[in-house]
């Protein structure tokens, strides 16, 4: 079976319409890139994500020149039992349209475009319609099994973790279990935030299932031009989401790299002892190092809440906008409200729609087993040992259980065709 | 005359293709913006735009829904002279080629698609196919007059100058004139370096006219994850193309800000009087706060080369990767070597051909009166004050001769529609 899909120069594109071609049912001996000139990175190597699902195909380009005039020239000699037409540019969709004798051509609707450009899976399959274009029906999802035997432990990133809950969506229900807890991923919100324990906590305010009430006033903030400093705690509990929350759409992101918190940061993750209470100060210097290049020296020697109010004034005195603090300590917010400095006090997290649960499994992996479990059958477990990797490059270490669908390794190999110097 | 488009949720690609069929001879008296919903901002403000080449149009939105059904039945209802197809969804444009009776149905094709997410303009026309799509055939260009007793003097963007100059390059051919030189664009580069004053070669190097043999080796290191110090020199002689130097895709900007380049900049912007010396070190000082976020409270008191290569040393000791220093100035290079610190000391400025006309129009603006010239014709003159908005928000003051082609008057009322936050 041949299957066409348009080029584009973006390579995630055209390997994700690639695969939703092949979760719906599509089973291609021969994948044809339909291009306007040789793809910059070879397609063949996407052979080893397609041999996870058990496909032998050859994947090959077709240079099909730039323009109008030649794609109707050429399409009519390409010959293939499906064509989809998602990535590529409009000439290309519609030369195909109109002149190719493909029976079915297909487009993946996605709302928000902008989401396209993640990882096969990352967006769930609930907001995209595979539409058969001549007739405007929808296509059916079929996902396929792997192939038994691979290597059933690998590292996944928070955006494959996300993808690989989609995927396994595919199939049923999809539960989270440890402890004596399970539960789906929109019940993550509806907890008793204050009988969790704290990790379970950190881990909810962290993917956002839960967030805090004064967010918003941080955000206000932000578009107002103001810069931030956080305190250490915030960058515990609050991680990377600091960097959305503290962001002006004109201006980028506007929370600067407190020395002292920084200083408090090293003081604990120094710590080589085998000691959870270390996981949650790696967790936050992690965030603290993508958020910010690394602190200049600085004459701020000590660390935690007086030097930081301290740094706060200093600084003040040289930005062209307001610096506001952003803290989960009453003292420090009314400590530095006494000295001119303005703070925002984090409290009262309540529920939200929009938590992540790549980052929350990815978090809480540090602290537990976790099961992902499929219609009541255990598909795969999350355990994280504490690895500078596994917080560096934010991997989550996961082993495979039920091997017919060791879509784990599936997302690890496609990481590896699409980030391969992250491997 | 009615001119239908289809709408995007980018404000500027629906905008760019308006503007297109204007340039291409449509003169709507209703432009129709095809929707799946309301757009988020109000289209009628682009009458402002409209109104400055002479039309009065009524503009609206046209909601269809979303999917490809949904525009099947609506497409018909649709009356449009013209239709372009350029920005807006896949099955959009199909669905307007397949079922709508418009006898022109255009789309502009730019091979570099993310250019197209610029003002109006910015691409050069040249780069430009606005095809009839039916027949495959070019339509050509036609550059509308504008209505004359409008403002003459404005202020623009660097990328509406960029724009200025291909717009009026429709007219005929451009020269840039000052002092006894007059020349084309692609004659920039193709003058002796060495004969040139110093702030022509200071425009030509920030501008990327010539660029320096071993920014190259700056971007090797940027690629192999090194960090880097530039001196004050550098910050005035690359200026804002150090952002795409000092550069690694995976992780973002490697230039780290350093205090003792903030204090040599702060010392020498302090001075007040009017003179042109200080020019360069606030074109300078502008790069260096748009690159960076201010710097932390430091150690380190001095400015220059001295305290630089102190302060490379101390932040050395806390960086997981080298640190290299950028300098135009021997001294320093050797020096910081024979402390351990790394240098890339650069020099011989060699002709480029993608250099900024934008850039180069609004460095030079400050220390001369350029004329704009089309076919021997004077048609704006530009020159900056030293004005602290010039800076840091890069306008330059331009003020129209032949108001016959008012084009900076139309590009300021486009920015205002576009970007009003800035206006």
Known sequence: MKLAVLGSNKLVTTTDAILTEIFAG??????????EEEPKKPFNELKNVLSVVGLNAEIKAKVLGEGVKSWRENIPSVEADVADVTPGR???AYAVLAYSKTREIRYAYLKEEQKGYKIFGYVPFDKIKLLEMRSGNEVQL??????????RKVKLSTDSLNALINIYSLLGEVTIRYDQNEMKKKDLSKQNFYDLSNEEQMCLTRSGFFKFEREKDVMQEAMGDSFFFADTN?????????????????SGMR????RAVYNELIEHTKNTQRDNSVIMFHLGMSTYRRLHQPPL???????????LIFEAKKLKAELPNNLVIITQDKRVSSSSSSQGVKSIYVENPSPSMNGNIGE???????YKNIDIVVK???MAELHNEVLSDNFTNKLSQIKTINDEYNYPKFLSELEKFLMPSEH
């Open 26 to 35: 599509v089973r291609p001996d021969e994948v044809i890139i339909l291009a």
């Open 90 to 92: 409009k000439y290309m």
């Open 142 to 151: 079929d996902p396929p099994k792997t192939k038994r035997g691979l290597e």
């Open 234 to 250: 915030i960058y515990i509990k609050i991680g990377d989401r600091l960097r959305d929350i503290a962001y002006n759409r004109a």
């Open 255 to 258: 929370l600067l790299s407190s």
């Open 297 to 307: 020296t600085s004459e701020i020697r000590g660390q935690g809440d007086i030097p």
């Open 360 to 366: 929350f499994l990815y978090c809480l992996s540090f």
């Open 376 to 378: 009541g059958e255990r």
